[in-house]
């Protein structure tokens, strides 16, 4: 559902989120234990938040899942990370994803960052 006043970025982790409510209706216990699977993935340790936002941008890019760019470049704001240090992550992805990689890089994932850098609520 599409809702006049979000942005796109918005609506793309919207949709993201009924889905996963809708999942986990039906699969309570497998949406649970993924739930804390991955809270404890992206919990600091000897790598901070920010880097592991940081990987897990770069590995949606490669694996081509728009909704995991988008989540997780958000991912990247909410830890910190620069304009910068989100285009080096795109880089190290493209290295790996080649020009269908670096087409999502120069695309969704900035057009992303933009979105959630200049439409603060």
Same mark, same amino acid.
């Given at each position: 559902?599409h809702?006049? %006043?979000m942005?796109?970025? *918005?609506? !793309?982790?919207? /949709?993201?989120?009924e889905?996963?409510g809708?999942?986990t209706e039906?699969?309570p ?5 993924f739930?804390? #699977?991955?809270?404890?993935?992206f919990?600091? +340790?000897?790598? $901070?938040?920010? /880097?592991?936002q940081?990987?897990?941008?770069g590995? $949606?890019?490669v694996? *081509? /899942?728009? !909704? ?6 958000k991912?990247c704001? &909410?830890? +910190?990370a ?6 080096e ?6 290295a #790996?994803?080649g020009?269908a990689a ?5 695309t969704?994932?900035? &057009?992303? !960052?933009t979105d959630?850098?200049?439409?603060i %609520?």
């Amino acid at each position: 559902m599409h809702e006049q %006043n979000m942005t796109w970025t *918005q609506n !793309y982790l919207h /949709d993201f989120k009924e889905g996963m409510g809708a999942f986990t209706e039906h699969m309570p216990e497998v949406a649970h234990k993924f739930n804390e #699977f991955t809270e404890e993935c992206f919990k600091a +340790g000897e790598i $901070s938040e920010k /880097d592991k936002q940081l990987m897990a941008l770069g590995i $949606s890019i490669v694996a *081509q /899942d728009e !909704y995991c760019m988008i989540y997780h470049t958000k991912g990247c704001v &909410d830890q +910190g990370a620069t304009e910068k240090e989100i285009l080096e992550a795109c880089g190290v992805a493209t290295a #790996f994803g080649g020009g269908a990689a670096l087409s999502q890089a120069v695309t969704l994932v900035q &057009d992303a !960052y933009t979105d959630l850098t200049t439409n603060i %609520n």
